[in-house]
């Protein structure tokens, strides 16, 4: 079992910047992948960014360039910096880690959520 606790997400204007933390605990040393999620109101959860097989990173095209995903070494924590901040980036945004490197396998597990509104 791995818990997972998401932070940092608050209220900012248009264009400024914030920084996500997940913190997991418990069976961290399962962890294969690591990623980001977010659930707009009204629409389905999306893929935001993901550390994946190899330590490769990949990020949705519309927050490529202005997101960064980082983790501490032993995957305790994980990271999401937002800069450059948007209307559209307003959501709830989701930790999610998986037992395998291919989240379609594996045991999944996800944080409860951190609200981020980027207000116009």
């Known amino acids: 079992q791995v818990q997972l606790a998401e932070s940092g997400g608050r209220l900012v204007q248009e264009g400024g910047s914030l920084r996500l933390s997940c913190a997991a605990s418990?069976?961290?040393?399962?962890?294969?992948?690591m990623g980001w999620y977010r659930q707009a109101p009204g629409k389905k959860r999306d893929f935001v960014a993901a550390?994946?097989?190899?330590?490769?990173?990949d990020y949705a095209h519309s927050v490529k360039g202005r997101f960064t995903i980082s983790r501490d070494n032993d995957k305790s924590t994980m990271y999401l910096q937002m800069d450059s901040l948007k209307p559209e980036d307003t959501a709830v945004y989701y930790c999610?880690?998986?037992?395998?490197?291919?989240?379609?396998?594996?045991?999944?597990?996800w944080g409860q959520g951190t609200q981020v509104t980027v207000s116009s």
């Open positions: 999610n880690v998986n037992t395998d490197y291919d989240p379609k396998y594996g045991n999944d597990f």
């Open positions: 550390f994946t097989a190899g330590g490769s990173i």
């Open positions: 418990g069976n961290i040393a399962s962890i294969g992948f």
